[in-house]
């Protein structure tokens, strides 16, 4: 399967550390994209990486690509409560008819 | 970025009974996908809504248990048919407005319990 396997499944960090997840994806990919998703409402995208790019930076995130490990990571510096949520990674396969895979996601819990 | 809107918010049903939700865009997109989320799982792909044909669906999903139209540009509806209990989820709209495999926005869901 394409989709990707975040790790951990869940993270609690206390406020104003760095929270790290990983995305793991097993076949050749076009891009990598990260969403946040607070309290089972919509998801807001965060950061696109294409498979070309190694990292890229939005803000207090960092993200990382390495296409020969195939895994992402996201980072998210000096948190805050308001971090609080699930976040994904999706992958777009190399085939550009197939549609973009969720991966399960990382529960992060910011502790004040 | 396309804003979207969804209807209704949330939504208790009786078992048997059909919901249809409603997904509205404040911008013409191509590409409009329903996903379902069920609880603390991630997003599966329903199907695409196309304008002016049928939707695609993916593997598991049929037209008889999720009838979708796509009148136009802006708006799509997702009807969930003859609800049983395992139909209790979160029903995602989204949009691609940049391209194919581009970024996707995502309506606020829509959450039902079946019971």
């Known amino acids: 399967s394409q989709q990707g396997e975040e790790d951990p499944q869940a993270l609690s960090i206390q406020e104003g550390e760095n929270a790290t997840m990983n995305c793991s994806y097993k076949t050749s990919i076009n891009n990598l994209q990260w969403y946040r998703q607070n309290s089972g409402r919509g998801l807001v995208h965060l950061i696109l990486?294409?498979?070309?790019?190694r990292e890229k930076h939005s803000g207090r995130l960092r993200v990382t690509l390495d296409t020969s490990k195939k895994s992402s990571s996201l980072l998210i510096t000096a948190s805050r409560a308001a971090d609080t949520a699930s976040y994904f990674c999706?992958?777009?396969?190399?085939?550009?008819?197939?549609?973009?895979?969720f991966g399960k996601g990382t529960r992060l819990h910011i502790l004040p | 970025s396309a804003v979207i809107s969804q209807k209704p918010s949330r939504d208790i049903c009786q078992r048997g009974t059909s919901l249809t939700i409603q997904c509205q865009v404040d911008?013409?997109?191509?590409?409009m996908f329903w996903y379902r989320q069920q609880p603390g799982q991630s997003l599966t792909l329903i199907a695409t809504a196309n304008q002016g044909s049928e939707a695609t669906y993916e593997s598991g999903f049929v037209i008889d248990k999720f009838p979708i139209s796509r009148p136009n540009l802006t708006f799509s509806t997702l009807t969930v048919s003859n609800m049983s209990p395992e139909d209790s989820s979160i029903y995602l709209c989204?949009?691609?407005?940049?391209?194919?495999?581009?970024?996707?926005?995502f309506g606020p869901g829509t959450r039902l319990l079946v019971l």
């Open positions: 990486i294409r498979s070309n790019e």
């Open positions: 911008s013409q997109v191509t590409m």
């Open positions: 989204s949009v691609e407005e940049q391209g194919v495999q581009e970024t996707q926005y």
């Open positions: 999706a992958t777009a396969p190399m085939n550009r008819d197939d549609k973009i895979i």
